[in-house]
């Protein structure tokens, strides 16, 4: 009992603290971009790089192919260019895969919620993401500096 007591205490814990994540904005980690939505979509570099290289793929087939140099942290990407649908996304550097650039979609968290021991944060976007997929918080760029596809 007390052991459960104190899973319950933790629990509800967890909750009051998250509620200060409300109204904030955060990058999650995803595998995919989706261009029938209005998102926000960022590639995290851990250094300044160049010689990366994105491609777009649909049903595992390349669609497009970017050339980029990246600033260390967020590095929004402009998707006017690329026509609605879905994409998967491989990110390489120097042709070999380069899993320290992360993709990520941004969102405003609306509301949060416990599901078992895993917090879940609910977004403005419809979207409903773990807590463990952030991969930035802090100030999000505008998209006054893209990348465009």
């Known amino acids: 009992e007390q052991t459960q007591a104190l899973e319950a205490l933790m629990a509800q814990m967890t909750t009051l603290n998250s509620v200060n994540m409300?109204?904030?904005?955060?990058?999650?980690?995803?595998?995919?971009?989706?261009?029938?939505?209005?998102?926000?979509?960022?590639?995290?570099?851990?250094?300044?790089?160049?010689?990366?290289?994105?491609?777009?793929?649909?049903?595992?087939?390349?669609?497009?192919?970017?050339?980029?140099?990246?600033?260390?942290?967020?590095?929004?990407?402009?998707?006017?260019g690329l026509a609605p649908g879905q994409y998967g996304v491989q990110i390489t550097s120097n042709g070999v895969p380069n899993p320290n650039v992360k993709l990520g979609v941004?969102?405003?968290?609306?509301?949060?919620?416990?599901?078992?021991?895993?917090?879940?944060?609910?977004?403005?976007?419809?979207?409903v993401e773990p807590s463990s997929n952030i991969i930035y918080a802090g100030n999000i760029p505008t998209s006054s500096n893209t990348t465009s596809i």
């Open 22 to 80: 409300i109204g904030k904005q955060f990058v999650f980690s995803t595998s995919g971009i989706d261009t029938t939505q209005n998102l926000n979509y960022y590639l995290d570099a851990p250094t300044s790089m160049s010689n990366v290289t994105l491609t777009l793929t649909s049903g595992g087939n390349p669609v497009k192919t970017i050339n980029l140099s990246l600033t260390a942290g967020l590095n929004p990407l402009n998707l006017s």
């Open 106 to 127: 941004a969102g405003m968290v609306q509301s949060v919620s416990l599901s078992g021991t895993n917090l879940e944060l609910a977004l403005q976007s419809g979207l």
